[in-house]
Each structure stands twice: as structure tokens, then as C-alpha cells.
């Protein structure tokens, strides 16, 4: 499974891209944190309060969990695509 950050994520992670080997009934949540716990910039960036950022979208394969899964609940598989993306504004 690869995770791919995007924007400020990335500087705070120091790098783009993570390869990730989830466990079998693995979470969108669980394959976050294995990342998380050596990036502790990364990890400021993205919970608040001990709460994940609403600002911050998450998609698996394509599709934000948030909107239209189970959000960090949302199952993973060893194939999958996670991409993580600060709020985009623009016109």
C-alpha cells in the first residue's frame, strides 16, 4: 500500500511517499498512524486536540473517506492507494 502526502504534508513528513504493509482488517486510521508515530510534525499537522483536522481530506483509491466511507474506520487492503491533502483554495 502507498501513502501519498501532498503540499505542507509532505515538508512536515520530510518526503512524499510511504510504502506501508497494513495489517489483515487493517483501517484507513491504523495504516495513518504507523506513519504518524515517526513523524511527529507530521502528526501535529494533522490532529488537533487529539482530534483528526475536518481540513485535511483523506482519500483511499480515489475516494474521500470522509464523504464517502467510514472515514479513519474505512478498511484498507494491501493495494490501495491513500492520499492525504491539506484544504485547496483557489479560484
Same mark, same amino acid.
Given at each position: 500500500?502507498?501513502?501519498?502526502?501532498? $503540499?505542507? +504534508?509532505? @515538508?512536515?513528513?520530510?518526503?512524499?511517499?510511504?510504502? +506501508?504493509?497494513?495489517?489483515?482488517?487493517?483501517?484507513?486510521?491504523?495504516?495513518?498512524?504507523?506513519?504518524? @508515530?515517526?513523524?511527529?510534525? +507530521?502528526? =501535529?499537522?494533522?490532529?488537533?486536540?487529539?482530534?483528526?483536522?475536518? =481540513?485535511?481530506?483523506?482519500?483511499?483509491?480515489?475516494?474521500?473517506?470522509?464523504? $464517502?466511507?467510514?472515514?479513519?474506520?474505512?478498511?484498507? @487492503?494491501?493495494? =490501495? @492507494?491513500? $492520499?492525504?491533502?491539506?484544504?485547496?483554495?483557489?479560484?
Amino acid at each position: 500500500m502507498e501513502l501519498k502526502l501532498f $503540499a505542507d +504534508l509532505a @515538508e512536515a513528513a520530510g518526503r512524499k511517499r510511504f510504502e +506501508l504493509d497494513p495489517e489483515p482488517d487493517a483501517t484507513v486510521g491504523e495504516a495513518l498512524d504507523s506513519v504518524l @508515530e515517526d513523524s511527529p510534525a +507530521l502528526a =501535529d499537522r494533522v490532529y488537533e486536540n487529539g482530534e483528526f483536522r475536518e =481540513d485535511i481530506n483523506v482519500l483511499r483509491n480515489g475516494t474521500n473517506v470522509f464523504t $464517502a466511507g467510514d472515514g479513519l474506520d474505512t478498511p484498507v @487492503e494491501p493495494g =490501495d @492507494e491513500l $492520499a492525504m491533502f491539506p484544504p485547496v483554495s483557489g479560484g
